[in-house]
């Protein structure tokens, strides 16, 4: 059974930085495409950012400049490196991962099969 866990999160102030990582457990093949995704109270989960199996990265416009996502050689931990944080990056952020070579875009959360548990990003004004 594949497992996705999250870590990193935290309380930090306007301007500052996190780093959140993802620890995959228990897959035969690496994932083709992980990605994280935010939601906050009373909004829609969306899309933060995806890197697919050659290691090209997508990001969405919010946080495009200010975050980074990257990942381990062996594919088995993926990272988010979130800077210059605003208020309005507060959310859950969770971890996902699918196995389809067809498409890898943060615009698709339904290609995505497995999902981590989330973890909590507050920034302060």
């Known amino acids: 059974q594949v497992q996705l866990v999250e870590s990193g999160g935290g309380s930090v102030q306007a301007g500052g930085s996190l780093r959140l990582s993802c620890v995959i457990y228990g897959y035969t093949l690496s994932p083709d495409c992980m990605g994280w995704f935010r939601q906050a109270p009373g909004k829609e989960r969306e899309g933060v950012a995806v890197?697919?199996?050659?290691?090209?990265?997508t990001y969405a416009d919010s946080v495009n400049g200010r975050f980074t996502i990257s990942q381990q050689n062996i594919r088995n931990i993926l990272y988010l490196q979130m800077n210059s944080l605003k208020p309005e990056d507060t959310a859950m952020y969770y971890c996902?991962?699918?196995?389809?070579?067809?498409?890898?875009?943060?615009?698709?959360?339904?290609?995505?099969?497995?999902w981590g548990r989330g973890t909590q990003v507050t920034v302060s004004s």
């Open positions: 996902a991962a699918h196995w389809s070579r067809a498409s890898c875009s943060y615009t698709d959360p339904s290609r995505f099969v497995r």
């Open positions: 890197v697919d199996a050659d290691a090209r990265t």
